[in-house]
């Protein structure tokens, strides 16, 4: 059976074979199951730990090594990462613990290594965290462990303070939140639920919204989350989904809406009442759609595939539309903290899609219906650039507040440091009564 270390090691290793998403496979790991709770949850912490401050466990082994992380194998070098993060970063977990556990991983997985991991580990014990000076160009990347590019971006785009504070919100969360069904239940009777079940809850700022600071088993095995009585939402996207401002008994179509969270919170303002349309590219991802809504009892929810970027007019129009558009994700750090590891490269071709993607979705907008745009990305390049584009080339839409009970702003910035939340970027347009 294997430890909580192994397990973290083996996962690491897995996320940087097959690119996958730390989130998706923490979810679905095998190897998990077979811990118990208190190692499950220091398996999970490694690996999230490892991801999130991965440049700053790398300086540190710069400081102690004779050659570049480059020219050792990728297993000694998850081994180090490993002992770094838990002797830097993890106060519960004696020195001399974290250096043991590592030089063991070493030996069974890179056993040429095991005189080097202790060496080094003993020496970042003895040292601690080491930063460049605060005048450095790369003291904030470090501190941080955020690529220079976007510590660039951020602070081209909002400023050197707003910048500061996403970099410092931009570790994991403590708990995670979940939405109340409200078509089931309502906030206190599924607080006394989950404390009937072992659960830590609390109520948040957010009418519907509860934080878990606690976990027995995974949510998914909860009693409570089987009867339908919630379904896991970060705040950011619950107001999202709010800004739509849906009514019971409209048609409302969600076009990027795997796995469904948005659509859930827009079915249950509804009251279940009306006609929920929610799409997504690919059959699998619909098919989580269809689940959910089967488990909350929302049957006013239909999924089915389809491309938001080709316009349907099979589909007809629609009171609401919502267009949370696939983006590079630079707002979910705490959620997935790999998305800062992306080759910026790879995300100059994003705003294009965005923009096509609401171009289609206005489309099927009524007269003096409403348009919403989301990213969970924390850049203006595919947040306010885009709209700019849209408003330009669709004179019939017209800005407006997205979130009145929050702010007057039509396009409405979610920070993390701000609003304790996800990053987030909702715009809202309103289309004329006689377009």
């Not at 040292?127 to 220079?148: I, M, N, R």
């Not at 659960?199 to 995974?218: F, I, M, Y």
């Not at 790999?338 to 907008?365: F, M, R």
């Not at 709209?387 to 330009?392: G, I, N, S, T, V």
Request: with cysteine.
């Amino acid at each position: 059976m294997a430890t909580a270390r192994q397990a973290a090691f083996l996962l690491l290793k897995k996320m940087q074979k097959d690119a996958a998403y730390s989130n998706l496979l923490l979810e679905n790991a095998s190897l998990l199951g077979s811990l118990s709770r208190r190692d499950r949850a220091l398996a999970t912490a490694l690996v999230y730990g490892v991801i999130e401050r991965r440049l700053t466990l790398d300086y540190q082994l710069s400081q102690y090594l004779s050659k570049p992380l480059s020219k050792l194998s990728p297993e000694a070098v998850c081994v180090l990462r490993l002992g770094v993060y838990q002797l830097l970063f993890l106060e519960k977990i004696p020195s001399s613990a974290a250096i043991n556990e590592s030089v063991k991983l070493a030996k069974k997985y890179c056993a040429y290594a095991s005189g080097l991991c202790n060496a080094v580990l003993r020496k970042v014990s003895q040292q601690g965290l080491v930063l460049p000076q605060e005048t450095a160009e790369d003291y904030l990347s470090v501190k941080y462990s955020c690529p220079q590019w976007l510590i660039d971006q951020w602070t081209r785009d909002y400023g050197e303070e707003t910048a500061r504070g996403i970099l410092a919100h931009s570790f994991a969360a403590q708990g995670f939140t979940v939405r109340v069904n409200t078509n089931k239940t309502g906030a206190q009777a599924l607080l006394r639920r989950l404390e009937e079940e072992g659960v830590t809850a609390e109520t948040t700022d957010q009418s519907g919204l509860l934080k878990l600071l606690n976990l027995p088993c995974r949510v998914d095995e909860l009693p409570s989350f089987k009867d339908g009585l919630f379904h896991v939402q970060d705040k950011a996207s619950m107001l999202c989904a709010l800004s739509l401002d849906a009514k019971k008994g409209e048609r409302v179509f969600d076009l990027c809406a795997a796995p469904g969270g948005k659509t859930f919170t827009i079915a249950e303002e509804m009251k279940n009442c009306g006609e929920v349309l929610a799409f997504d590219l690919y059959a699998h991802r619909t098919a989580l759609i269809e689940s959910g809504a089967r488990r909350l009892g929302l049957s006013c929810v239909k999924a089915a595939q389809g491309d938001a970027s080709v316009f349907d007019a099979a589909l007809g129009q629609a009171d609401r539309v919502l267009c949370d558009v696939p983006c590079s994700g630079l707002g979910i750090l705490r959620q997935k903290p790999e998305v800062k590891w992306k080759d910026p490269a790879s995300l100059q071709n994003l705003p294009a899609l965005q923009l096509k993607i609401l171009s289609t979705g206005a489309q099927y907008v009524k007269n003096g219906g409403r348009l919403i745009y989301s990213t969970c990305a924390l850049s203006r390049a595919e947040n306010e650039d885009v709209c700019a584009a849209f408003l330009k080339d669709h004179p019939a839409f017209q800005p407006v507040p997205a979130l009145p009970a929050l702010s007057e702003k039509a396009f409405l910035t979610l920070f993390p440091q701000q609003h304790d939340c996800d990053g987030f970027f909702i715009a809202a347009f309103r289309k004329d009564e006689t377009a």
